[in-house]
């Protein structure tokens, strides 16, 4: 992907379901749980580089002993910063007290982080700023154990004031106006209430506090609290929590926007935000890794017994595509294939734009994670090419020679690493305009492969501002003088805001909005930008189920192609002497590589949730009126 993009959170819950002398026994260490959290945060570090946290529980400790950790860090490697600090700790106690070292129990009851039940997070923000305060996971704590609720998620709630304004309702006066704040004082509010209500039957059946602790810890119904706390949550979420007695839980937004897998055994169970997290980390094969249904949520209660159940009923699934095309890590062995057949059916488009000659074509690629894709590209070009030979030798079979034959042969379709990103480049540069030259240096090219008879096709997964493509891409790939540049996307064209966890939430920074603009206003048609304008004030007020997306009709008048050719030029810095043309991959295109995945809404403005209506309401209300924030 050549625009930076923050999106997404991680997520990774594990509970180990046997004492930790069995993990001692078998894997030759107690810390056995904590190595495998480093192992599934590192393997999801593609999904947040804001900043990182983890956070454990002990089971069944003494009163007066702590048995809540959590570290936190916003620094540049935060996954490396929480382990270096996880292990200095415990470190420091093993090497004050050798005699810890083979003694689990002694581990247990004075080492901190070592426990039973686990959550982390990775972080790219999509709500308030990027302190420390805004790290997940949080903590909610109480002198009750039952009460203590620890939350972190991957998600972006599109109604957070108003969520927010509920608590304040309910007489609450939460400390910060961070959303996952909001959320977790939702759930908690409801969690006091579920304790209250059992301690009081406890107290009717005449249990002692002390006698109805452990009934409130087995009787606390997860699900219940999940229900009454997501009443009015619009967004997509996967949000994970722990309770301070052991209890835990992962719960899916209704539509399945946001990813979460889980796994379990007799020894574990775990939860993360990507499958192949889970079948590296535990070794295990693909068919074992289930997807967590919509609306649902995996209870893991602390006596072992693990249920998925569902919270709300899940209405369409609309899985975020985004997930496919580029966020998730290509290992999996569905977005494989799927990244892969996103670039064998954008091929036909590709041929048109170099009309046919592939002989005078090299093939390419932004690295990396358009890598995949380039290799369904190249499939099907060698297909193409088959055809081709195969044609001409049916054709010329009398005649054919042996020496035409292995001429015919040698043809190939000729693939070539081009861009080279130059990673450590980026740092020195700061948004200052007058640096362009250093930018232009973010991606390298490879001299000497391409002549000035050529076509230079390069694929990237999207793109969104096209920014890099631009200061950079385009204009490095041109001191190769091919004779035209095609660049192609394997996602369909950008054109509304997302607000269920990408942070892309503002209309104007979308090259195609700006294409769509300025097709406009060249054809004098400012009038509809206006009406639009005008129908999004007039619908300010209106309840988020009745809001209609007016941004379509700024993109209407004009087929994909018109707006794609517009892109191309907006794209193309005066300088550049080879052709430059775009081509994207269809809506229906992407929905056949990807079927599990159908939720589109930045490229068709087709919102699974009504806060989403609101959204790009409020984003093209901004825009109009020259406001750069965002949306929800
Ligand atoms: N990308 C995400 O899932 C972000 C989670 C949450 N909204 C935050 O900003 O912390």
Known sequence: MSDAIKHECGIALLRLKKPLEFYKEKYGSAFYGIQKMYLLMEKQHNRGQDGAGFASIKFDVEAGERYISRVRSNKAQPIQDIFAQINKRINEELTLHPE???????????????????????????????????????????????RNLIVAGNFNMTNVTELFNSLVELGQHPKEMADTVTVMEKIGHFLDDEVTDLYQECKNNGLSKREASPVIAEKL??????????????????????????????????????????????????????????????????????????GNALIIKKNGTVSEQEIITPTVKKACSFERIYFSRGSDAEIYQERKELGKLILPEVLKAIENDTDNTVFSYIPNTAETSFYGMIEAANDFLNQRKNKFILDNRKTLTKEKLEEILSVKIRTEKIAIKDVKLRTFITEDSSRDD????????????????????????????????????????????????????????IRYPDCYGIDMSTLDGFVAFQAAITLLKEKKMTNVIDEVYKKCKAQEKTKDSEVINYVKEIYAPFTDEEISTKIATLLHPEEIKAE????????????????????????????????????????FINFYEGKNARTY
């Open 438 to 493: 250093l930018v232009a240096h973010v991606y390298d090219v490879t001299y000497g492969v391409i002549k000035p008879t050529d076509n230079l096709v390069i694929i990237d997964d999207s793109i969104v501002r096209g920014t890099t493509l631009k200061k950079s891409i385009l204009k490095m790939m041109d001191r190769l003088n091919p004779k035209r540049i095609v660049v192609v996307s394997s996602a369909p064209q």
């Open 100 to 146: 810890y070292n083979d003694n689990v129990k002694h581990q247990k009851d004075n080492i901190p982080y070592i426990g039973e039940l686990f959550l982390g997070h990775v972080r790219y923000g999509t709500f308030g700023k990027n302190n420390i305060e805004s790290v997940h996971p949080f903590l909610r704590q109480n002198n009750w154990m039952h």
């Open 221 to 294: 119904d997860i699900a219940k609290i999940l229900k009454r706390a997501s009443k009015g949550w619009d967004g997509g979420y996967a949000m994970a929590g722990l309770l301070g007695h052991g209890d835990s839980f992962v719960f899916r937004d209704p539509a399945g926007i946001r990813p979460a897998y889980f796994y379990e055994d007799d020894e574990i169970v775990v939860v993360a935000s990507e499958r192949p997290v889970i079948q590296t980390t535990f070794n295990v094969p693909f068919e074992k890794v289930q997807e967590l249904q919509p």
């Open 580 to 619: 430059v043309k775009i081509i994207y991959q269809t809506v229906d295109n992407l929905h056949i590589a990807c079927p599990k995945n159908l939720g589109d809404w930045y490229f068709t403005g087709d919102y699974p949730t009504p806060g989403g209506n609101r959204v790009v309401n409020r984003a």
